[in-house]
């Protein structure tokens, strides 16, 4: 576990930046345009419901250096679950971590993945780096696909692993943007692809949070076999609400976040 969470946070936008290039631009296009580094609302992980890997164990590296949980999210049809943690120094990002409900996918899926989280010795599951340890095994591309088929996240974890998968900038700290709208036509002017699956953008007013993300960068990876170029991450743009005791919304909406993990679909 790590000490400190500055490094923590380090480590993973680093490791995060080494398969999303636009990661880097998007930084720029919306950073560049004010004094201070983009401030970064909240950051995703995954993993699967597997005793070694749990969504706890994850949340373990979290806790220990101070952070709660703070609310939980079900996804029925992606057959997913999840929790979100905060830390109470707010300039720290708020961190969404869900995962796969193996007992729900195929017995097929389900012996595919066991054998692959089998791969993770006991203790890398516990050190510093683990949540920006990529994968620990190697997988066909004959297996991604046969995953890909069943869970978009099943495949995706299969390839990359344990890492964020994407980080979020905080829209009501940006200096130069009043809204999301605004936001979105600068990156697409740069020529970002967002994800449009429930709208470019996710939420309302209403209910306290709007999101839109890029898709994910398609990048080259490689398979026991072969090479691929697959979607590896994203990068999300949050904007978030007062409520009526005039702070900001801290939680996520469970219907947003479904189409927002459809940012790493294969297209
Ligand atoms: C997480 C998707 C949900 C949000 O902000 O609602 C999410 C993922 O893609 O792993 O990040
Ligand atoms: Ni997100």
């Not at 696909?145 to 974890?157: D, F, I, P, R, V």
């Not at 990068?235 to 790493?264: C, W």
Request: aromatic letters at 12%.
């Amino acid at each position: 576990m790590h000490t400190d969470v500055k490094a923590l946070f380090e480590n993973l936008w680093q490791n995060y930046l080494q398969v999303t290039p636009s990661a880097k631009k998007v930084h720029q296009l919306l950073g560049s345009s004010q004094q201070d580094d983009v401030i970064n609302d909240h950051i995703a992980l995954r993993t699967f419901n597997l005793p070694k890997v749990s969504l706890d164990k994850l949340a373990a590296h979290f806790l220990a250096l101070g952070y709660e949980e703070c609310g939980e999210y079900h996804f029925e049809a992606k057959k997913l679950y999840a929790k979100h943690f905060e830390h109470q120094d707010r300039t720290l990002p708020k961190v969404f971590i869900s995962e796969l409900l193996l007992d729900k996918c195929s017995a097929e899926l389900r012996e595919t993945i066991e054998q692959l989280v089998a791969q993770i010795p006991d203790e890398a599951v516990t050190a510093d780096n683990f949540l920006y340890s990529g994968t620990h095994w190697q997988v066909s591309q004959a297996t991604y696909e046969k995953l890909l088929a069943e869970s978009e996240y099943a495949a995706w974890m299969a390839a990359w692993g344990y890492r964020a998968n994407h980080f979020t900038v905080s829209v009501n700290d940006l200096q130069n943007f009043a809204s999301l709208e605004q936001v979105n036509q600068v990156l697409k002017d740069a020529g970002f692809l967002l994800n449009t699956s429930g709208g470019e953008i996710k939420g309302t007013p209403e209910v306290y949070l709007e999101q839109s993300s890029t898709l994910a960068d398609l990048v080259t990876v490689k398979f026991s076999d072969t090479e691929a170029t697959i979607p590896s991450c994203f990068y999300e743009f949050a904007r978030r609400y007062p409520l009526a005791n005039g702070l900001l919304y801290s939680g996520f909406v469970a219907a947003s976040a479904d189409k927002i993990f459809e940012s790493t679909n294969a297209r």
